[in-house]
């Protein structure tokens, strides 16, 4: 079982970024404005401190092919969002859009969500407002801070994603 092993910073200092380990190679990503924390709540900015498995990857196949992964995988498509409204029954949870709660459009101008991984963070059982939405993705220009996901160079998330299957989880530490 493949086990990305992600550190940085704990909440409540300044993000630098992060480093990503997967079979002995290092990379660097972003984590979220508000570094590392055990407690996670919707809309702190927070990565969540936990083991959480991945449950797939979504792509935008306008953008790039099917990526090479044993995860799986599916289009984006520019209907699809993530709920983030904690009063929602939808909440933590694929949606399409419109919604009537507040949603994450998936399908983006820029290119952070090309390649997204789903992780497993409060959705065995969805706890409201414990956060949503917390995904890999693209890192941002210069890795700038996520609102709570770890992001990583396009190149390095695909390199990752080729060591991914369906067993693998991610460990998030401080």
Not at 61 to 71: F, I, K, N, Q, Y
Not at 90 to 116: C, F, K
Request: a negative charge.
């Amino acid at each position: 079982m493949p086990l990305l092993h992600v550190s940085g910073q704990v909440s409540g200092h300044v993000s630098g970024g992060g480093r990503l380990i997967l079979n002995c190679r290092r990379y660097r990503c972003a984590l979220g404005r508000g570094g590392i924390a055990d407690a996670k709540r919707e809309g702190d900015g927070v990565t969540p401190a936990g083991q959480f498995p991945l449950r797939g990857l979504l792509y935008r196949p306008d953008r790039l092919a099917r990526p090479d992964t044993g995860l799986a995988a599916q289009v984006i498509k520019p209907s699809d969002g993530w709920c983030d409204d904690p009063d929602d029954s939808a909440y933590n949870q694929a949606i399409t859009l419109p919604h009537g709660a507040s949603a994450e459009a998936l399908w983006r101008d820029d290119h952070l969500y090309d390649l997204v991984v789903i992780m497993g963070h409060n959705d065995n059982p969805v706890v409201p407002g414990q956060g949503s939405a917390i995904f890999m993705h693209v890192a941002g220009p210069a890795y700038g801070p996520t609102e709570g996901c770890v992001a990583l160079a396009r190149d390095d998330l695909l390199a990752v994603l080729r060591e991914l299957d369906t067993e693998s989880e991610i460990l998030i530490e401080i």
